[in-house]
C-alpha cells in the first residue's frame, strides 16, 4: 500500500519534469519597450532639478540603465 501511495504521489512530479518546454524566442525582431520611471526631485543628491532638468545621482543610474 505505501509504495502504491509513493507511486501515486511521484508520478505528477515525473511527469511534470518530463514536459518540453515551448520556445517563446520569436524570428521577428522585438521593438524598444518603453518603460516609464518616477522620482519625488527633490531629494539632493538623489535627485534634484537644476535648471528646469532632472538631475542626481538617480537620474544619473536610470540613464545608464537606459544605454
Known sequence: MKKLFL???ISPLLIAC?????DSTS????SPKTIV???AGDIPPFDFE????LTGYDVEVLKAVDE
Open 50 to 53: 537644476k535648471d528646469g532638468n
Open 37 to 39: 520611471v518616477a522620482t
Open 18 to 22: 518530463g514536459q518540453a518546454k515551448q
Open 27 to 30: 524570428t521577428a525582431t522585438a
Open 7 to 9: 507511486l501515486l504521489a
